[in-house]
């Protein structure tokens, strides 16, 4: 007689529930005390020194000239790459999963780039195209077109530090969802931005909206590329994690925490709208899945 064996997630599961109630307590306890002492912890540093020496300080702070350039400058740079690397996303995750084509492990290859090249490095390049002794130094400086220690080197930079978010949130999305629908809507007459945005759009906006949510994330955080392609003219290319060096360099920790917390509240509204989204993809996924 043939006895069935039990599924290989069953086992693990299992275990997990038979575990003795030590074990259990100890590994929670690991957790909570390494999320406390390396996110908690650093987090509460941040508000504590922030609010040292009073609310009235603190504001001064965020307020004062430098810190509202830095602040602006931040959201501009943000403003303008997030949507580039959406279109780009959008159309690259569209081709490489619905489209065989020469040349697509090849794109798949250069999204994936930033993740391996160090962002500093990447600032370089862009000096060396850019800067006044750099490959086309010359030409934009004689058309008085300038890139670098300016607001599109930075935007360049945070671009291509972000380039894969998107594209890397939507490609597995779209190609687990085949290519059935938009051939049946084609079938039935809808052409290509009909299926686009009636077909394909409504099955990625989730994952869109979650990969939008990251490259947003880590274009205001950005540090190493914006670092070298800015030039640190205060009050004119610092972005807010630059500015936090200077002060902090200066020995003005209250400022320096002060537009430090800025940037840990944006993280905070960032993680609760990632969980949001986790949560909101999830149930869709499972009631379509029923």
């Keep these: ?3 069935s064996q039990p599924s290989a997630g069953v086992a693990p599961q299992r275990r997990a529930l038979t575990d003795p109630a030590w074990v259990r307590i100890l590994l929670i306890l690991l957790a909570l005390g ?9 987090l509460a540093a941040v508000f504590t020194e922030a609010l040292r020496r009073g609310l009235d300080a603190y504001w001064a702070a965020l307020v004062e000239e430098d810190a509202l350039s830095a602040i602006q400058l931040t959201l501009m740079v943000a403003a303008i790459a997030v949507p580039l690397n959406l279109v780009f996303g959008v159309a690259a995750s569209w081709c490489i ?6 040349g697509k492990s090849v794109l798949i290859t250069l999204i994936d780039l930033p993740f391996s090249v160090s962002p500093v490095i990447s600032g370089m390049i862009y000096v060396l195209l850019f800067g006044l002794n750099g490959v086309l130094g010359p030409f934009l400086k004689s058309q008085g077109i300038q890139i670098i220690f300016a607001l ?17 949130e939507l490609i597995p999305l779209m190609q687990e969802q085949g290519t059935e629908e938009e051939e049946a809507a084609i079938v039935l007459g809808a052409g290509g931005w009909q299926t686009f945005w009636r077909v394909t759009l409504p099955n990625i906006k989730w994952g869109l909206l979650y990969g939008v949510l990251l490259c947003n994330a880590r274009a205001m955080g950005e540090f190493g590329a914006v670092s070298v392609v ?10 807010m994690p630059l500015h936090v060096e200077i002060l902090y360099n200066e020995y003005n920790f209250v400022a320096a925490f002060a537009v430090a917390s800025v940037l840990a509240m944006l993280a905070l509204v960032t993680l609760v709208a990632k969980t ?15």
């Design 230 to 239: 800015s030039g640190h003219i205060r009050g004119a290319t610092n972005t």
């Design 97 to 102: 999963a619905k489209f065989d084509f020469r």
């Design 1 to 3: 007689m043939h006895v």
């Design 152 to 168: 599109p080197g930075l935007v360049l930079a945070t671009v291509f530090v972000t380039f894969p978010f998107v594209a890397r």
């Design 34 to 42: 390494f999320v406390g002492l390396f996110l908690v912890l650093p």
């Design 276 to 290: 949001a989204l986790e949560w909101r993809y999830g149930a869709e996924l499972a009631a379509t899945k029923h």
